[in-house]
């Protein structure tokens, strides 16, 4: 929706204006024009009461759910994959919601000031691009290894040992660049839009809200959380996009033909075809894209967030969820960045200079300075309101998938397995093989044993479990029981 407001209001810029003007460059600024305007005590009532709140209590009916509904609550495996049967649409947006940084608000306009429309569009497909080629990995996972809650264990059932061991560090290594990334961009936005924040606030912060509905409703909770978060992001974006484009009508710097005039007059790097910020022939703009495919893709292949999110869904809905996802991440940077980073141009080019110095555009601040400068508080609010929700969604995210890997790839097989001196081809229970191994079909080598998912003594225990109202009261299935 956001987008084809925009791409209208684009059409109706170009066919209204036949400006012509002499190409200028304009000059940067030295000091800083951007101001906070929020107050530390507003900003902490609405991210520590508001979207805390909001995530704890429904962390807290997820666990309801789970336990007097579906009555698995006790099984691990439900914290981290939420069931196995998260449906499509879940899926859609919380692979949508856990892709989409702070940085994508703040940082596209940056590359956008510079390369013009083509930085932006390379921007945004080269993310695209990444999230449309990940299904193809995790329907294999899904088919061949069902049962998998990583993508390490499947790195230690097929190379062994020794590569799970390097593996788990270069997944744990990925995980810690994503929330490092997390942390920079989160206190560059919460820095220029709140007056006298701390860097322990902002940890403080991050903490509360990346980790504590994860620790009561598990995966199941950063689904749900993920549905708000996008639902809110999407409405922001379009409150902003509509009061722009329709209700600032009377302002110089909002004026459709003034948005063009700047676009088209304000001199583009050498890269650009003909030196214009509206095309999407731009070099650095194509490198740019090219760069960020090959870093993003690096990234989120070894991200266990990623597979996580996928390992929750059955077939179908993971694949098709990661399509939805890719055109619903589309819509929202895309349209934001276009916005912003016009009505920027605009306001510099009326006023003869760069509004912001080089240090404020390349830290983010485009996006900040026009939604204060248009819509004073409200869209300091819209704003922190959107990086607040990319973050819940992106760091609950990892906060699980480092959780997965210490429980299922390093406590479970190197810390206190369940049986010693066993492969994980192997039969926790027998110790047969699960599979044919030897071309034959001896079937004294395979093991019988049933599945706790499908043992009646098994469903039975877990309702005892719960009438006795403790997770004490001793299992008495005869072949899962101990």
Request: charged share 15%.
């Amino acid at each position: 929706m956001q987008f084809v407001i925009l791409v209208v209001f684009l059409a109706r810029v170009a066919i209204a204006s036949n400006a012509s003007c002499r190409v200028t460059s304009l000059k940067y600024e030295e000091q800083s024009n951007i101001t906070a305007i929020l107050e530390k005590h507003e900003a902490l009532l609405l991210m520590f009461l508001g979207f805390g709140g909001l995530s704890i209590t429904l962390g807290m009916v997820h666990y309801a759910v789970r336990r007097y509904i579906y009555r698995d609550v006790h099984s691990l495996d439900t914290v981290f994959d939420a069931g196995g049967k998260v449906t499509l649409g879940l899926t859609a947006v919380t692979v949508a919601s856990q892709l989409l940084w702070p940085s994508d608000f703040l940082q596209s306009a940056t590359i956008m000031s510079k390369t013009g429309l083509g930085g932006s569009l390379f921007y945004a497909i080269s993310i695209v691009l990444d999230i449309l080629m990940f299904p193809v990995l995790s329907l294999t996972l899904k088919t061949r290894a069902p049962g998998a809650k990583t993508f390490l264990q499947i790195i230690y059932a097929r190379f062994g040992k020794e590569a799970h061991i390097v593996f788990c560090c270069i997944a744990l290594f990925a995980n810690l660049i994503t929330v490092m990334a997390l942390i920079l961009s989160a206190k560059a936005a919460i820095y220029v839009l709140v007056k006298d924040v701390s860097d322990e606030m902002i940890l403080l912060l991050l903490a509360f809200l990346f980790g504590s509905y994860c620790f009561i409703g598990g995966l199941g909770t950063t689904f749900y959380i993920s549905y708000f978060n996008t639902a809110l992001t999407f409405v922001s974006v379009l409150v902003f996009i509509v009061h722009v484009t329709y209700k600032e009508t009377d302002n110089i710097f909002t004026k459709k033909e003034n948005m063009y005039e700047a676009m088209k007059c304000i001199q583009a790097p050498d890269g650009n075809y003909e030196n214009s910020f509206m095309t999407f022939r731009s070099r650095g703009g194509v490198i740019f894209g090219i760069l960020m495919f090959l870093m993003s893709m690096s990234v989120s292949f070894l991200d266990q967030a990623n597979w996580q999110s996928r390992i929750a869904a059955k077939p179908f809905q993971g694949v098709a969820g990661f399509f939805i996802a890719a055109y619903l991440w589309f819509a929202i940077p895309l349209t934001i960045t276009i916005t912003s980073t016009t009505v920027y141009m605009s306001m510099s080019f009326q006023n003869g200079t760069h509004l912001l110095s080089p240090l404020d555009i390349d830290s983010g601040y485009i996006t900040p300075y026009v939604m204060e400068s248009v819509m004073g508080k409200t869209g300091a609010y819209m704003l922190i309101t959107m990086v607040t929700m990319a973050l819940m969604s992106t760091g609950s995210g990892e906060v699980m998938a480092v959780s997965s890997i210490i429980v299922y790839d390093i406590y479970k097989v190197y810390i206190n397995p369940y049986r010693k001196g066993i492969e994980i081809t192997q039969c926790p229970l027998c110790g047969k093989e699960k599979t044919y191994t030897d071309g034959t079909e001896n079937t004294d080598k395979i093991c019988k044993c049933p599945s706790v998912f499908t043992c009646k003594a098994c469903e039975q225990d877990v309702v005892v479990r719960l009438k006795a109202q403790q997770f004490m009261h001793p299992y008495a299935c005869s072949v899962h029981g101990s």
